[in-house]
């Protein structure tokens, strides 16, 4: 269940890093309660994952996740660049998530 938490949080973090650029756009109430709630279950979900999970994995795998999936967002969403270059490194911190998974 811990890797579950983990890539909740992961996902979390994306979702808070997508409201950064919306509240950037819309400075509204219902935007900044999208931020927090984005990176506040973020953070819930991290701690949980961290009582059975090593904290320099955990910390490493939730951050892999969340700037990884918010460059893939971003050149989803918001036209940023989609070279060869920048999905071969965004590709390294996933493998390297994906390894410390296996062997931990």
Not at 31 to 36: A, E, I
């Amino acid at each position: 269940m811990d890797w579950v938490f983990l890539i909740l949080a992961g996902v979390f973090e994306m979702f808070g890093v997508l409201m950064i650029n919306k509240v950037n756009k819309d400075r509204n109430v219902s935007s900044f309660l999208l931020l927090f709630a984005g990176f506040g279950l973020s953070f819930l979900f991290l701690s949980l994952a961290m009582k059975t999970l090593p904290m320099g994995t955990a910390y490493a795998v939730w951050t892999g996740i969340g700037a990884s999936g918010g460059a893939i967002l971003g050149m989803i969403f918001y036209g940023e660049p989609k070279n060869i270059l920048r999905i071969l490194f965004i590709t390294m911190i996933l493998g390297s998530a994906v390894g410390l998974k296996l062997i931990s």
